[in-house]
Nanobody
Framework: QVQVVESGGGLVQAGGSLRLSCTAS????????MGWFRQAPGKEREGVSAISWSGHVTYYADSVKGRFTISRDNAKNTLYLQMNNLKPEDTATYYC??????????????????WGQGTQVTVSS
C-alpha cells in the first residue's frame, strides 16, 4: 500500500521561511517525478512546483519563482520544498504528489498518481 506523507507545515510570519518534506512508503520515489500543490480555502488546487525523477528538471508557478525551491534526496526517499519570503497569500494546505509520467511546466494535478494528505501552511501578516 502506497502512503505519501508531508510534514513541516506551520504558522510563520510574512517574510519567514519553512521547509516542507515529503516521504513515501510502498514506492521508491526515484522512480517517480514529484510535485507540490496547494489549495487555499475556497480556491482550486494549484501546482506550485515539480521536479523530475533525477532532479535535473524543475518547474515553478510564477507566483513562487525566486522564493521557493524544490529538491529531492532519492537516497533518503524524500522530497523537499524550501519556502522563503513567505507571503500571506501562500497560506494553504500543501500537498505532495508522485507521477510515473513526465512532468510538464503546467504542473497539472491530473498527471499525478499518488497524493499525501497535506500539511497546513499559514502565513500571518
Amino acid at each position: 500500500q502506497v502512503q505519501v506523507v508531508e510534514s513541516g507545515g506551520g504558522l510563520v510570519q510574512a517574510g519567514g521561511s519553512l521547509r516542507l518534506s515529503c516521504t513515501a512508503s510502498g514506492l521508491t520515489l526515484d522512480d517517480y517525478a514529484m510535485g507540490w500543490f496547494r489549495q487555499a480555502p475556497g480556491k482550486e488546487r494549484e501546482g506550485v512546483s515539480a521536479i523530475s525523477w533525477s532532479g535535473h528538471v524543475t518547474y515553478y508557478a510564477d507566483s513562487v519563482k525566486g522564493r521557493f525551491t524544490i529538491s529531492r534526496d532519492n537516497a533518503k526517499n524524500t522530497l523537499y520544498l524550501q519556502m522563503n519570503n513567505l507571503k500571506p497569500e501562500d497560506t494553504a494546505t500543501y500537498y505532495c504528489a508522485a507521477t510515473d509520467g513526465a512532468i510538464t511546466s503546467m504542473i497539472e494535478s491530473g498527471e499525478y498518481n499518488y497524493w499525501g494528505q497535506g500539511t497546513q501552511v499559514t502565513v500571518s501578516s
